[in-house]
């Protein structure tokens, strides 16, 4: 299994432009969630999902959208992208009934 | 105030030193508590779940305090290895979203 992916693994963007952020898990875990992590900050919840069709906001999601159309993908749009936005982000899945998360190896954004 | 804190660290300590972090968490009616490690540009992995009643993995033990809602993570016999930041999670109850917080992290450096 190749666990959970996350592409790109770098990138940067200019203020105002959108992307992105593709996830994908093969472990066939219902839920699945975005984190992102700043300096003093933590990891903290932008979306979830608890199963296709089913999304829903978490702690700080404001300037993006999710969809989850299958399983095993969900990906993360950046409408216009903001310099707040500079983060590295990071995708999990998990099975349902169960805690321990999978987390895939992260996106680090710059936007200038 | 946060779900989660931690005292950031550093901690730098010598090989075969024992060393405890601590946590403490907001919400008393949180259910679930975890330690995960990351190392440096990786992403977070679980390394063990905190049970009521305290709990042994080799090296590492976790201890929960409802009452003061307080966690600890204690590693005995420290290895160049385990430097690594540790995240202290909590995950809030049912009626509350089912989500998990995370601490910003303690960071630990094992010196040879």
């Known amino acids: 299994n190749a666990g959970v992916t996350q592409t790109p693994k770098f990138q940067v963007l200019k203020t105002g432009q959108s992307m992105t952020l593709q996830c994908a898990q093969d472990m066939n875990h219902e839920y699945m969630s975005w984190y992102r992590q700043d300096p003093g900050m933590g990891l903290r919840l932008i979306h979830y999902?608890?199963?296709?069709?089913?999304?829903d906001q978490g702690e700080v999601p404001n300037g993006y959208n999710v969809s989850r159309s299958t399983t095993e993908d969900f990906p993360l749009r950046l409408l216009s992208a903001a310099p707040s936005q500079t983060s590295v982000y990071f995708c999990?899945?998990?099975?349902?009934?169960?805690?321990?998360?999978?987390f895939g190896p992260g996106t680090r954004l710059t936007v200038l | 105030r946060k779900e989660v804190e931690q005292d950031p660290g550093p901690f730098n300590v010598p090989e075969g030193a024992t060393v405890a972090f601590n946590c403490t968490y907001s919400n008393s009616a949180s259910q679930s508590f975890f330690w995960y490690r990351q190392d440096c540009r990786k992403e977070p992995k679980l390394l063990m779940s905190?049970?009521?009643s305290g709990n042994e993995d080799g090296r590492f033990t976790a201890q929960l305090n409802r009452a003061s809602q307080y966690i600890s993570l204690l590693i005995r016999d420290s290895k160049l290895s385990d430097s690594a930041t540790y995240l202290c999670v909590v995950k809030s109850p049912p009626n509350t979203g089912n989500q998990f917080y995370f601490g910003t992290g303690t960071s630990l450096t094992v010196i040879p």
């Open positions: 905190v049970y009521s």
């Open positions: 999902s608890v199963g296709a069709g089913i999304t």
């Open positions: 999990a899945s998990r099975r349902g009934g169960e805690n321990e998360q999978f």
